[in-house]
């Protein structure tokens, strides 16, 4: 294919059918403080090509119900290495994967699907494959199995070639077999990439016997989807505190974040949260300026710790935290 010659309605069409989830809703971040938001409006070819000129971020909502046609492993704090690992590993099963470098330099592996396929059955044989390669931690999107309400979005992800990005050599698709050179001619590469269907996955479902049904772990993605949450972020909100406000602001945005909630619902959460709180001595309230300079900081940080240590959140921490347990049993193979 000679896309020298392709115009601009003819790559937005394609980036269209590859990058494609929900349509009545997409992602974006600011450009210049990096706040992500959610952007309820139709994702239509002016979307696509602000985003492909530089102009406005397109993330996608992947999740359509129990359904994807796309599936990204995000290895933003590893080497490139695991990232070329995974896509060594997906095609033992005869699966294709492709690689981007992300906006923070980081690597995405994706996978394209030529129908609507069970994200459950995705998400399966990526988790098997991460395994396998030692990265089982490694978030995959889809986050969920399947959305349980007409009002949960799931989480989205940046689409790759943004422009003012594209041009810098980020958010574009490596060459597998010259790493880590960038394809010459990203169009060409899209328009190459190899997609499967449902019949390759669950044949892989069943050699490998692997789960066929999405989980039943609940999945709505709004404020009141307090399940996800580590014990001691949930035991906060419901809670309040009584000291150390602004740090436990501070950490309590990086879940509500991680959650994949957009940047003034978390504002909205955080101020209910104050109301909760009986700080001691007689100090007075966290103020909405404070909860939004420390969400704005956690928005804009690539920090992830729970900061498990610091005294805002070591007071809730709960013995039967997967974090707390993880890190005993690391403890206890140091001591041995």
């Known amino acids: 294919m000679n896309t020298g010659q392709l115009k601009n309605a003819d790559k937005v069409a394609l980036f269209m059918q590859l990058f494609t989830g929900r349509t009545d809703v997409y992602g974006s971040y600011d450009i210049e403080t990096g706040k992500c938001r959610q952007v309820k409006q139709r994702v239509d070819e002016n979307v696509i090509h602000a985003h492909l000129c530089g102009r406005r971020p397109f993330g996608l909502y992947p999740l359509v119900g129990e359904h994807t046609r796309i599936l990204a492993i995000d290895f933003d704090h590893e080497p490139l290495e695991v ?31 030529d129908e609507p396929v069970m994200a459950a059955h995705a998400r399966n044989i990526a988790k098997k494959v991460l395994a396998e390669i030692g990265k089982a931690g490694a978030e995959i999107f889809p986050k969920q199995d399947k959305l349980n309400s007409a009002t949960a979005y799931g989480n989205f992800i940046n689409a790759p070639m943004f422009g003012r990005l594209a041009i810098k050599g980020r958010t574009v698709f490596l060459d597998y077999d010259n790493m880590p050179s960038a394809h010459d001619d990203q169009w060409a590469f899209l328009a190459s990439v190899k997609t499967c269907g449902n019949k390759l996955l669950e044949s892989l ?12 772990r609940p999945l709505c993605n709004n404020a009141d989807n307090r399940f996800s949450l580590v014990p001691c972020a949930r035991a906060m909100l419901e809670k309040g505190v009584e000291r150390f406000q602004r740090v436990a602001c501070y950490r309590l945005a990086i879940r509500l974040k991680q959650l994949g909630l957009p940047f003034d619902i978390a504002i909205a959460v955080l101020t209910v949260w104050a109301q909760k709180n009986t700080p001691d001595g007689g100090k007075r309230i966290i103020t909405a300026k404070e909860i939004k300079s420390q969400t704005a900081c956690a928005y804009q940080n690539n920090n992830t710790g729970f900061g498990c240590s610091e005294p805002a959140v070591a007071a809730y921490c709960d013995k039967s935290c997967p974090v707390y347990q993880f890190k005993m049993e690391n403890r206890e193979t140091q001591d041995g």
């Open 205 to 216: 479902i069943e050699k490998h016997n692997l789960p066929s049904d999405p989980g039943n």
């Open 83 to 113: 990232a070329v690992d995974c896509v060594s590993a997906f095609r033992e099963f005869g699966l294709e994967s492709y690689i981007e470098i992300s906006k923070s330099k980081g690597a995405h592996v994706w996978q394209f699907f």
